[in-house]
C-alpha cells in the first residue's frame, strides 16, 4: 500500500510569485485536506477535496486555491505569495467513511519565500 | 467553533517515567478527538482517536488518552517514556463529518536518559 506523497520536498520562491504543490493520496483514499504549519505552530486547515469538489475551508484567503483530479491527487495553488507564506504545507488523505476520518498525513513540502 | 488548547509546549520526562500530554478542547458539537505525532522533517501521524463509544482509547506504541466530557480533556498518557518517544505531538478535533480538523500548537517532548 502507498502512503501520501508530496512533491517538491523543498521549494523557493520569491515574494508575488505563484507555486502549485503537489499531492498523490494514499490507495483507496477519496478524500485530501491541505495543511499549513508555520514554524512552531500546529498545522492550520486550508480546504478538503471529496470527489473533486472543495468540501470545507479554513480562513485562508482566495489566493489559495486547489484541485482535486478523478485518481484523487490534489494541487495546492497558491498566488501573489507572501513572506508569512513561508511553512510546511502538509496533505493528508482520508476515506470519506462515517466513524473513521483518520487522515494519513504526507511528508510536506517546505516552502520558503524570500 | 471548535478549538484545542495544548498545556505545555514543552516537556521533559526521564526514561521510565509517566508521560502526560494535555489536551482541553472546546466544540459546540460532539467532538472527534485525534492524537498525532510528529517526528522531525516527517509529516503527521496517528497515534489514536475518539469518535464514540469507550472514553478510553488505545493507540499506538503503548499510548492511550481518555475523553472527559465533564472536563472538556482528552489528555494523552504512557505509562513508562522510551527514548524514541521523543517528538512533537499534537491534539486535534473535528465534527462528525470530518470536514474541518483544528489542532493544537503541540506539546514538544523530551525523554531525559
Known amino acids: 500500500e502507498t502512503g501520501v506523497t508530496q512533491s517538491p520536498t523543498h521549494l523557493i520562491k520569491t515574494r508575488g510569485q505563484q507555486v502549485t504543490l503537489r499531492c498523490s493520496s494514499q490507495s483507496g483514499h477519496n478524500t485530501v485536506s491541505w495543511y499549513q504549519q508555520a514554524l512552531g505552530q500546529g498545522p492550520q486547515f486550508i480546504f478538503q477535496?471529496?470527489?473533486?469538489?472543495?468540501?470545507g475551508r479554513g480562513n485562508f484567503p482566495p489566493r489559495f486555491s486547489g484541485l482535486q483530479f478523478p485518481n484523487y491527487s490534489s494541487e495546492l495553488n497558491v498566488n501573489a505569495l507572501e513572506l508569512d507564506d513561508s511553512a510546511l504545507y502538509l496533505c493528508?488523505?482520508?476515506?470519506?467513511?462515517?466513524?473513521?476520518?483518520?487522515?494519513?498525513f504526507g511528508p510536506g513540502t517546505r516552502l520558503t519565500v524570500t | 467553533a471548535q478549538s484545542v488548547t495544548q498545556l505545555g509546549s514543552h516537556v521533559s520526562v526521564s526514561e521510565g517515567a509517566l508521560v502526560l500530554l494535555r489536551c482541553n478542547y472546546s466544540?459546540?458539537?460532539?467532538?472527534?478527538l485525534f492524537w498525532y505525532v510528529q517526528y522531525p522533517n516527517q509529516g503527521l501521524q496517528l497515534l489514536l482517536k475518539?469518535?464514540?463509544?469507550?472514553?478510553l482509547v488505545k493507540g499506538i506504541n503503548g499510548f492511550e488518552a481518555e475523553f472527559k466530557k465533564s472536563e472538556t480533556s482528552f489528555h494523552l498518557t504512557k505509562p513508562s517514556a522510551h527514548m524514541s518517544d521523543a517528538a512533537e505531538y499534537f491534539c486535534?478535533?473535528?465534527?462528525?463529518?470530518?470536514?474541518?480538523?483544528?489542532f493544537g500548537t503541540g506539546t514538544s517532548l523530551t525523554v531525559i536518559p
Open positions: 486535534a478535533v473535528s465534527d462528525n463529518t470530518g470536514n474541518q480538523f483544528y
Open positions: 493528508a488523505s482520508s476515506k470519506a467513511l462515517i466513524g473513521s476520518y483518520e487522515q494519513y
Open positions: 466544540s459546540s458539537v460532539p467532538p472527534y
Open positions: 475518539y469518535t464514540t463509544g469507550a472514553t
Open positions: 477535496y471529496y470527489r473533486e469538489e472543495e468540501n
